[in-house]
């Protein structure tokens, strides 16, 4: 794909433009995090932002249908259910053993239900799993995605297999599904889409999620110039965005997403077209 030429001012109206068009309430209903919205606990949104971000790969309307059935499996109330129920992994299998989403089947539920409830019976928010790895010097969040990890493969039966769900940059993976989860959780603004409910990591230090739309409308703009789709690609188009608001860049993850999806050609927009 070609880069684009715009000066830097068109990129940043360009930007500003989209992300103010799609950082709205409204479209919180085709998207996933608005299977967060649907709750106040806020045990219950970490829980239920973690794993529909874990499974976020494929049509948005298949991983919405398989996430609302996932909570209703669980009675509506996943925090409830994982702290009273989930110690049985008889009634694991017999309330969540024919739900699947793709490869995420019940071995790996089975470990999701078991960390979680092992995690919240020590802890009271999930977002220490992530800031307790990260200093305040920290540019990004790559300490906190290879801590998490680190952590959430630490109960001694942890599947193999599982690990392929969760990513990290020790392995050089872009980790687009842990950054979306953190950035519903860290950033705050007027909008009410974001949640803002975790205060130990920066806005400034989240990295963009970068999927296949993010990455295309990324490269079309020459924001992201990196051939790998990988975790310098990631750090690259971040960097790349905090020239444009060095505070809360992955506010532009709405303009770059948005477009991508709805298949802006930034040489049209550019020209008016």
Same mark, same amino acid.
């Given at each position: 794909?070609?880069?684009?030429?715009?000066?830097?001012?068109?990129?940043?109206?360009?930007?500003?433009?989209?992300?103010?068009?799609?950082?709205?309430?409204?479209?919180?209903?085709?998207?996933?995090?608005?299977?967060?919205?649907?709750?106040?606990?806020?045990?219950?949104?970490?829980?239920?932002?973690?794993?529909?971000?874990?499974l976020?790969?494929?049509?948005?309307?298949t991983?919405?249908?398989?996430?609302?059935?996932?909570?209703?499996?669980?009675?509506?109330?996943?925090?409830?259910?994982?702290?009273?129920?989930?110690?049985?992994?008889?009634?694991?299998?017999?309330?969540?053993?024919?739900?699947?989403?793709?490869?995420?089947?019940?071995?790996?539920?089975?470990?999701?239900?078991?960390? !979680? +409830?092992?995690?919240?019976?020590?802890?009271? %928010? =999930?977002? &220490? @799993?992530?800031? $307790?790895?990260?200093?305040?010097?920290?540019?990004?969040?790559?300490?906190? !995605? +290879?801590?998490?990890?680190?952590?959430?493969? %630490? =109960?001694? &039966? @942890?599947?193999? $297999?599982?690990?392929?769900?969760?990513?990290?940059?020790?392995?050089?993976?872009?980790?687009?599904?842990?950054?979306?989860?953190l950035?519903?959780?860290?950033?705050?603004?007027?909008?009410?889409?974001?949640?803002?409910?975790?205060?130990?990591?920066?806005?400034?230090?989240?990295?963009?999620?970068?999927?296949?739309?993010?990455?295309?409308?990324?490269?079309?703009?020459?924001l992201?110039?990196?051939?790998?789709?990988?975790?310098?690609?990631?750090?690259?188009?971040?960097d790349?965005?905090?020239?444009?608001?060095?505070?809360?860049?992955?506010?532009?993850?709405?303009?770059?997403?948005?477009?991508?999806?709805?298949?802006v050609?930034?040489?049209?927009?550019?020209?008016?077209?």
């Open positions: 794909m070609q880069h684009s030429q715009l000066s830097t001012a068109h990129q940043q109206e360009l930007l500003d433009h989209y992300h103010d068009r799609f950082n709205r309430p409204e479209f919180i209903h085709d998207d996933p995090i608005g299977l967060v919205h649907a709750f106040d606990d806020p045990r219950d949104r970490e829980i239920v932002g973690f794993w529909i971000a874990t976020a790969w494929g049509r948005r309307a991983i919405i249908d398989k996430g609302q059935q996932l909570i209703e499996a669980m009675g509506g109330q996943p925090y409830r259910f994982i702290m009273e129920q989930g110690h049985c992994p008889v009634t694991v299998a017999r309330v969540l053993g024919d739900w699947k989403h793709r490869t995420f089947t019940l071995i790996d539920t089975h470990y999701f239900v078991q960390w !979680l +409830r092992w995690y919240y019976t020590h802890h009271t %928010s =999930l977002e &220490d @799993a992530f800031a $307790r790895h990260l200093n305040p010097g920290d540019r990004t969040i790559e300490p906190a !995605l +290879r801590g998490f990890h680190e952590l959430f493969f %630490s =109960l001694p &039966d @942890a599947p193999n $297999r599982t690990r392929k769900h969760v990513a990290t940059p020790a392995r050089k993976s872009r980790c687009k599904r842990l950054c979306m989860f950035r519903w959780m860290v950033r705050q603004d007027e909008r009410g889409v974001d949640f803002g409910q975790w205060t130990r990591i920066r806005p400034d230090q989240l990295c963009m999620p970068l999927d296949v739309h993010v990455e295309r409308v990324g490269r079309s703009l020459g992201l110039t990196r051939k790998q789709c990988d975790w310098l690609a990631v750090e690259e188009l971040t790349n965005l905090k020239q444009f608001d060095a505070v809360d860049p992955t506010r532009y993850d709405f303009a770059l997403f948005g477009m991508g999806v709805e298949g050609l930034v040489p049209d927009v550019s020209s008016g077209g």
